[in-house]
Structure formats: structure tokens, C-alpha cells
């Protein structure tokens, strides 16, 4: 689709459409310390995907040693999930950093997102109390 764009979130102020898309990945009290956790952070780098004039989507990322890469958040607006936006987030990560392998921890609503671009996904049990997590990776051969 023409007019799209993912582009490096680092504005101290946090944009309306990153608020609303964090809160979708954190409760609504935690947004502005998620998104100050990106903002002091060498490691991490917090990514919005524009379509148009907005910002759709948002991808966080925490990069480790030796190409590995912990995916911190996928958060797409309701309008447009489906449409290949994680997906999109993802694919652009990977070639732009030279990602060798890719983890992420997620609940049962995203484990098909994951399955459907080819992470493995297992089990971690309930993590929490009646709330079961799964851990979804994805290596790249070299």
C-alpha cells in the first residue's frame, strides 16, 4: 500500500495514536512508563508504522547479542488488524538490523499472528492466574 512508513519513535512527548496503541499491549496506567522504558533505553527502540496520516501500528523491540532481537509489543488499531501490519513491522525489522532470531512472550489471542509468519510456539503454563502464556520464536538461518 502506498503511503506507508515505519519510522523510530524517540519524541519525549508521546503522540495520541502511540498512547492509544500502547494501551493496548500494557494496562492504561503503565503507557507512559512503557513507553519511557524505550526512550532510556539503548537496547530497545520503539517503532510506529504510519498509513497515511496516523499511526496504525506500533513495534517494540528489546535487540540482544549476536542478532537476537526479544519482540516487547505488536499493537495494531482495531481498523486495521488483519491487513498484514505486524507482519509488515516484523519483515521491516528483520532486514533493517540483521536479525538472526526473533522471541517473543504473548497470551492466546496472538499465537496464531505468530504461528501464520513461521514462529515456533510453545506452552509456558499460566503464568499468571488463569492467564496462560506462550513463548513464539522464529531463527533465521544464516
Not at 503511503?3 to 496506567?29: G, W
Not at 482495531?78 to 517473543?104: C, E, F, W
Not at 503464568?127 to 506462550?134: A, I, L, W
Request: hydrophobic share 35%.
Amino acid at each position: 500500500m502506498r503511503n506507508e512508513l515505519m519510522e523510530e519513535i524517540v519524541s519525549r512527548c508521546i503522540h495520541p495514536d502511540i498512547k492509544t496503541l500502547l494501551s493496548f499491549a500494557t494496562s492504561h496506567v503503565k503507557v507512559n512508563e512503557e513507553y519511557a522504558s524505550y526512550l532510556h533505553s539503548n537496547r530497545r527502540k520503539l517503532f510506529g508504522f504510519r498509513r497515511g496520516e496516523g499511526i496504525v501500528a506500533c513495534i517494540g523491540v528489546e535487540f540482544l547479542e549476536d542478532g537476537r532481537c526479544e519482540i516487547k509489543l505488536v499493537a495494531v488499531m482495531p481498523g486495521h488488524r488483519g491487513a498484514g501490519v505486524g507482519k509488515k513491522m516484523l519483515d521491516n525489522t528483520i532486514q533493517n538490523y540483521s536479525i538472526s532470531s526473533m522471541v517473543a512472550e504473548t497470551d492466546r489471542d496472538a499465537v496464531l499472528f505468530y504461528k501464520k509468519i513461521g514462529f515456533e510456539v510453545e506452552s509456558l503454563g499460566e503464568k499468571y492466574p488463569g492467564v496462560e502464556r506462550f513463548r513464539c520464536e522464529r531463527i533465521w538461518e544464516g
